[in-house]
């Protein structure tokens, strides 16, 4: 029909889990807007012929499409059959959004730091690229994602999902790829002069060559690794112990930390995760554990984005679980420790720690 | 041959009333205010034209024919600041709202007619600002101005764009207000509420959300502005805010906003389908509650905006079900719409074109809205071109053919003469075949998954952009059409009668154009709008 039918598709590759999913609910809604176009459609152009006058108007008075009193069993007609048929569209949108929302608690942990205009991701193990995510097909990816400075959002048509990257807070995103090959990086938020520069590559690959593609990684050792060279930089351990049962009452011992429940003074108590780490780091006084005194100093401005995920990746190294679950938005750790947990992340059991140096 | 009814052509009317530049830049007329909106939203719609010009040239090729991606940022700005703010927002209320109020509630004027004019100049002062902008190099924050970009990095003119904007929303409120009190007070004996024309209560609702809604958003810029300026922390979180606080607050404001641009669109096709099927409209009170109710939850859904934001899951739950509900009394009034059809006495006239015309889109704008507020679908289509192609439908497809509908039916209660109508025709056709060949494949664009506001884009999306951009240029040579042969009309037109349509309406049984204080005797009204009898004398067909 045209002339270039390659260049001319209606959809895009699928490649996810979620992909197809999302594709029925599409087709649901096309034919079902369809329907409804095409039935308005026809009735205005239907009256429009059969009742055409090109003259003055003769009218009995009553032409009402009900005739007498009819009025009102129209109305709530078409009230209630597009409401039913919208809490249908609502019900299932909800569910796909809730799979979309919930990452698999075993999910494959990787970092995505968004910057004017690139982005920057690291493998636990150590590896980093630009601008390319190399990950294994079949595997469920976990991404932990934040900017340095606008948002941006990490958008991959062929997986179907998107999620806003913020300065300041840690969102996440969740993919399960069945399909080897390459696929493209939007960022879908509007973030300045290159916007439209900041794209990038998935690469999908078998586990083998995967393992082969991160085995030539980087020689810097895993994130675990690099984030405790970079906790003995900035002397962290001078105060912090991170071994068991060393407490000094100075400071609290990260040992075991990571997604346990923290008391704070004066304030709700909060659940260790990503987001409370990189605010205890940045802004200590936010939230003073329990039985201690403010004495930590801000470390804003000395560590970057990239380094506070390192630093967050060692703690969590320490134990005793990862893979924090998340309730929010795809995306959405929120900086605010201190919501309550939500129904599903109490339902997500902790999973053991994959060990950082495991490969 | 045609023959004027005999006095109009005499008679002293609002526009020759008096004479000079004075009398119009220091008018009370509620009709001549209009007058001067009229000619200012034109002016700003061309701009706004010009600069979507510019983006389809642009989006011709993948690697952007026109410009770097830096100006490219620039224009789409300036095309959604002057198009939502200085066109879609003020374009039917402040022109036709402002002219037929008055004389459809069988009054002289608004309750505050120097009000009126203040919020003209003030629409002229945020204008100007605006303008100022464009001239001295624009602003790169898209429309939307989300922080922490536009109040820390973007090296565009943010404070002088947001005090534009904020300048202008005083304008609305005013409108609004004014819309308010006459609707209330300032009706003519007999005329109850629900005798009102459809057009009034769509223009009490859109009043309604201009005066609680736009306060949200001066304030929101404000706070932008204090950011930028002073780097008092709001929004950004190297000074301490919280970004998405500003999506809130914007959405707040901005997606009602949708609905000052559409439900006045929504008026003027309940006018035009009742008077040319001959018909009172298919459940009246349906239509007038539902613009009521679209205005109440239309300030519910604004967190629809946020879904892959980081917003909760339970918020984005919320906001999905009210979206869903504020889709339904706009299915309400297209089926009433289409009812009111059934057995009416149908007359293709321009205007009644321009109505069919807007069902159509509109129709499909709002189904495609119900995908957005599907919260799994949304994660896929927000920030593509999916958004761009729906939200054209709501805002082209429907506030714009709305529009062109009203002025077109209008036009000869305005000025007292007539359009060519083969002219007139010909351009509703060539409107709606370009707007649908620009924005349908827009829709297949965003489910492919191009964002927006990209200067450049991977060629497997050339086909789709080029046939946009076919479609843009023949959109463009159908508005050029109506703007030569309607201004040809003021001179040469045949002259209109007072009521060449055959409408029921107050503002049909005074002159053409009218005199300035609208009726010689305040009318008394006795039955409901809509009372189509067929004693009454109809020209025109």
């Known amino acids: 029909m045209f002339f270039t039918p390659k260049g001319l598709s209606f959809f895009p590759e699928s490649a996810s889990t979620i992909a197809s999913h999302v594709d029925a609910l599409y087709a649901f809604l096309v034919l079902t807007s369809a329907f409804f176009s095409l039935l308005i459609a026809f009735l205005v152009v239907f009256f429009a012929i059969k009742y055409r006058k090109r003259e003055a108007p003769q009218l009995p008075p009553d032409t009402n499409i009900a005739g007498h009193g009819g009025g009102l069993i129209l109305e709530i007609v078409w009230t209630v059959i597009p409401l039913g048929l919208s809490m249908i569209m609502f019900v299932w949108g909800a569910s796909i959004f809730f799979t979309e ?154 040992h075991g930390l990571f997604g346990t429940t923290v008391d704070i003074k004066d ?20 939230k003073i554990v329990a039985g201690y005194e403010n004495i930590m100093p801000t470390f804003k401005g000395l560590i970057s984005e990239e380094g506070l995920l390192k630093l967050v990746e060692y703690i969590k190294s320490l134990g005793p679980t990862s893979g924090t679950p998340t309730g929010a938005a795809p995306g959405a750790v929120q900086t605010t420790g201190s919501e309550p947990q939500t129904p599903q992340q109490r339902r997500m059991s902790p999973q053991a720690v994959q060990p950082p140096t495991a490969r | 041959m ?47 034209g010009l600069f979507a010009v510019f983006i389809r040239l642009q989006l011709a090729t993948p690697t952007g024919a026109m410009f770097d991606s830096n100006t490219y940022n620039k224009v789409f700005t300036m095309h959604g600041i002057i198009m939502v703010f200085f066109f879609l927002i003020p374009s ?39 303008l100022w902008v464009l001239f001295n190099g624009g602003v790169d924050t898209g429309w939307t101005f989300y922080t922490p970009f536009s109040s820390s990095y973007s090296n565009g003119y943010v404070i002088a764009a947001g005090l534009g904007i904020f300048i202008n929303g005083f304008s609305s409120i005013l409108t609004g207000l004014n819309f308010i009190v006459t609707i209330h007070r300032m009706r003519a004996p007999g005329l109850t509420w629900f005798r009102l024309p459809l057009f009034v209560w769509a223009h009490y609702a859109t009043s309604v959300i201009m005066i609680l809604g736009t306060p949200v958003i001066a304030v929101t810029l404000f706070l932008l502005v204090l950011e930028r300026g002073l780097h008092i922390g709001f929004f950004d979180p190297a000074y301490g805010g919280d970004p998405v606080l500003f999506q809130h607050l914007f959405w707040f404001y901005s997606h009602p906003a949708v609905y000052i641009m559409i439900l006045p669109s929504m008026g003027v096709v309940s006018e035009v389908i009742s008077t040319f099927c001959s018909k009172k409209p298919f459940g009246y009170t349906f239509i007038a509650f539902s613009s009521v109710a679209i205005a109440v939850f239309g300030f519910l859904v604004w967190g629809h905006h946020l879904f892959v934001s980081s917003q909760s899951v339970y918020a984005g739950m919320v906001f999905s079900v009210l979206s869903y509900i504020v889709a339904i009394p706009s299915a309400i009034k297209v089926f009433n719409w289409t009812a009111t059809m059934y057995k009416g006495s149908v007359r293709l006239t321009t205007p009644m074109l321009y109505s069919l015309g807007f069902i159509g889109l509109f129709t499909i704008g709002g189904l495609t809205g119900l995908f957005l507020a599907c919260l799994g679908m949304d994660v896929h289509l927000t920030d593509t071109y999916f958004v761009i192609a729906h939200f054209h439908y709501v805002m082209v497809g429907g506030a714009i053919m709305g529009y062109l509908a009203g002025v077109h039916f209008w036009w000869p209660k305005m000025f007292g003469r007539m359009y060519p109508e083969g002219w007139s025709k010909l351009s509703a056709v060539i409107i709606f075949v370009g707007f649908n060949l620009t924005f349908f494949p827009q829709f297949i664009l965003g489910y492919m998954g191009m964002p927006r506001r990209y200067a450049a884009y991977p060629a497997e999306f050339q086909v789709l952009n080029v046939l946009s951009s076919a479609g843009a240029s023949i959109l463009g040579l159908g508005y050029l059409i109506p703007f030569v042969y309607l201004i040809w009309s003021l001179k040469y037109g045949k002259p209109a009668g007072p009521n060449p349509w055959g409408a029921t309406g107050l503002e049909w049984q005074t002159a053409s154009p009218p005199p300035t204080e609208n009726f010689e005797i305040t009318p008394v009204v006795t039955t409901e709008a809509y009372e189509y009898s067929t004693e009454e004398v109809v020209h025109v067909g």
């Open chain 1, 101 to 254: 929302s919930r990452p698999p608690a075993d999910s494959m942990e990787i970092y995505v730091t968004g910057k004017q205009w690139m982005w920057k991701i690291q493998h636990m193990e150590g590896a980093r690229e630009i601008n390319e995510l190399h990950i294994p097909v079949n595997r469920d990816i976990r991404l932990t994602m934040t900017s340095e400075d606008v948002i941006h959002d990490f958008f991959v048509p062929a997986f179907r999902t998107k999620a806003d990257v913020l300065p300041g807070k840690y969102t996440t995103e969740w993919f399960r790829p069945t399909k080897v090959g390459q696929y493209h990086i939007f960022c879908a938020e509007y973030c300045g002069t290159k916007h439209s520069g900041m794209i990038g590559t998935v690469f999908v690959m078998d586990q083998n060559d995967y393992d082969a593609w991160l085995a030539a990684g980087s020689g810097e050792g895993s994130m675990a690794e690099q984030g405790q060279a970079l906790f003995n930089q900035l002397g962290c351990g001078n105060c912090h112990p991170s071994v068991v049962n060393n407490n000094n009452g100075r400071c609290p011992n990260l």
């Open chain 2, 92 to 130: 039917i209320p402040a022109t036709l709202g402002n002219f037929l109020i008055p004389l459809m509630v069988g009054a002289k004027d608004l309750a505050f007619p120097r009000i009126n004019l203040l919020s003209w100049y003030i629409y002229i002062a945020g204008g100007l600002f605006t």
């Open chain 1, 267 to 286: 304030q709700p108590s909060v659940r260790a995760d990503e987001s409370y780490i990189r605010e205890s780091i940045l802004y200590p006084d936010a």
């Open chain 2, 2 to 48: 045609i023959t004027a009814p005999p006095p109009v052509e005499v008679e002293k009317n609002y526009i020759n009333a008096e004479h000079g530049l004075k009398s119009w830049l220091l008018t009370q007329d509620h009709k001549l205010i209009a007058l001067l909106y009229l000619i200012s939203v034109t002016a700003f719609f061309f701009i706004g």
